[in-house]
Nanobody, 114 residues
Framework: QVQVVESGGGLVQPGGSLRLSCAAN????????VGWYRQAPGKQREFLAT???????TYADSVKGRFTISRDNVQNTVHLQMNSLKPEDTAVYYC????????WGQGTQVTVDS
């Protein structure tokens, strides 16, 4: 049973930084892409970033230059470094692992507010 668990959310002031982490068990982690989505209240889930097993990254335009995704295939973790945060970044952030099906975490709340 593959489990995906996010951590690192919280309250941060505008302009601040936050680093999200996601841990997944199972041997499939290192050979499959992982990434992040977010969902703000009343809005659809929005793609943020993904990283392939080989480290190739793709970002949504809304976060390009501010967010950085990275992975550690030994620790089976993926991180999302978020800088220059804005109030509109407030959302629940979800990690996913894309194998023969997509495995989602339970989400972690990020609130950007002064």
């Amino acid at each position: 049973q593959v489990q995906v668990v996010e951590s690192g959310g919280g309250l941060v002031q505008p302009g601040g930084s936050l680093r999200l982490s996601c841990a997944a068990n199972g041997s499939i982690f290192s050979t499959n892409p992982v990434g992040w989505y977010r969902q703000a209240p009343g809005k659809q889930r929005e793609f943020l970033a993904t990283i392939s097993s080989g480290g190739i990254t793709t970002y949504a335009d809304s976060v390009k230059g501010r967010f950085t995704i990275s992975r550690d295939n030994v620790q089976n973790t993926v991180h999302l470094q978020m800088n220059s945060l804005k109030p509109e970044d407030t959302a629940v952030y979800y990690c996913y692992l894309s194998a023969w099906r997509v495995y989602w975490g339970q989400g972690t709340q990020v609130t950007v507010d002064s």
